[in-house]
């Protein structure tokens, strides 16, 4: 298990790496002056290398990248040339809002998938599979933002139940923020939801027609027994997969979810930063999301060696 442990954190490590150099090469390195794109291109001389030397840019790209390693790795992100704030204060203010979007997202669609999933494919062929599955394809028609508006139109606008948007802030009390999330946290699970479901359903069924399990039946286990003891665990194996890779479409869907509902969180933050051409707050955010998605699917990998040990052993 530890040499299992070992080699996904240096692919780990060699992954937030690679993603760390491109991003810092697509934004300071490739042909394009930064400081011309922050500013604009009717911009002063004066103030151009007057933005050059604040953000170092006069330095060697190799220098600047590793100072901004080093700087990551003691908690600083830089100033923002926009909001003149240290960036590493601007994420923990968004992440209060970013975090239980994403997560609630997740864990909701992965409730409700799971559910739904088993529930079809133990009713296969019949009105309930059916039904799943016309939720599902529905689910995946739906745009998100498409589907936003029409939440707050009903809860908001009609029946007054939940806010349309904004976010009050956890020190108005959590109650307060827990319904200013509801919609937003519908919204995003909703394709998550569909997708999910359906990878449920398929890989339970491939499971349920497997050897071992016609051969636990036989032995007498129930079909229920039979369900929860084998089929299931052997059955989570896609359904974490499509999960893990799931977790990039909840961070960059907040891009979409925050500013339908006027969230200030990660994703209206660098929407904000990329129309103000703020490229110290897009580098570091950008890095963040990728680190996010990296770390989500190394958790994943370890949880392919607890559920099958089989990938454990062959690896």
């Known amino acids: 298990m530890s040499v299992f442990l070992a080699r996904r954190f240096l692919s780990f490590l060699i992954t937030v790496s690679g993603a760390s150099v491109i991003i810092f090469l697509l934004l300071e390195v490739l042909p394009g002056d930064p400081a011309l794109t922050m500013l604009g291109v ?8 007057a933005i050059r030397l604040e953000l170092g840019l006069d330095r ?6 590793v100072d ?3 700087g990551l790795f003691r908690g600083e992100m830089g100033l923002s040339y926009v909001y003149k704030v240290p960036v ?5 203010q968004r992440l209060h809002v970013t975090l239980p979007l994403a997560i609630g997202a997740m864990v909701l669609a992965t409730l409700v998938s799971l559910s739904l999933g088993i529930f079809a494919a133990t009713n296969h062929n019949r009105i309930g599979d059916y039904g799943v599955m016309g939720f599902s394809q529905l689910g995946l028609a739906i745009p998100d933002f498409w589907f936003g508006i029409l939440l707050i139109i009903l809860f908001a606008v009609v029946l007054h139940w939940l806010p349309s948007g904004g976010f009050p802030g ?6 307060r923020g827990v319904r200013s999330l509801m919609l937003p946290v519908f919204t995003q699970a909703l394709g998550l939801t569909a997708i999910m479901t359906r990878v449920t359903r398929s890989s339970v069924l491939e499971v349920a027609r497997e050897d071992f399990v016609r051969t636990a039946r036989a032995k007498g286990l129930s079909r229920r027994a039979a369900l929860w003891r084998h089929v299931l665990r052997n059955a ?8 893990g890779l799931l977790v990039a479409t909840v961070v960059t869907g907040t891009l979409i979810i925050e500013n339908v509902f006027a969230l200030p969180g990660l994703g209206k ?5 990329i129309s103000n051409r703020d490229l110290m707050v897009v580098k570091n955010v950008v890095l963040l999301f990728a680190a996010i998605v990296v770390v989500v699917n190394f958790v994943v ?3 392919y060696a607890l559920v099958d040990p089989r990938i454990r052993i062959q690896s």
Not at 60 to 65: G, N, S, V
Not at 236 to 243: A, D, K, W
């Open 42 to 49: 009717d911009a002063p001389d004066s103030a151009i290398e």
């Open 60 to 65: 060697p790209a190799f220098i600047r990248y």
């Open 68 to 70: 901004w390693i080093a």
């Open 88 to 92: 590493t204060e601007l994420i923990g």
């Open 170 to 175: 956890w020190d108005e009390g959590i109650w």
């Open 236 to 243: 989570l194996v896609p359904v974490l997969t499509i999960g």
């Open 269 to 273: 933050l660098i929407f904000d930063a």
């Open 301 to 303: 990998d370890i949880l």
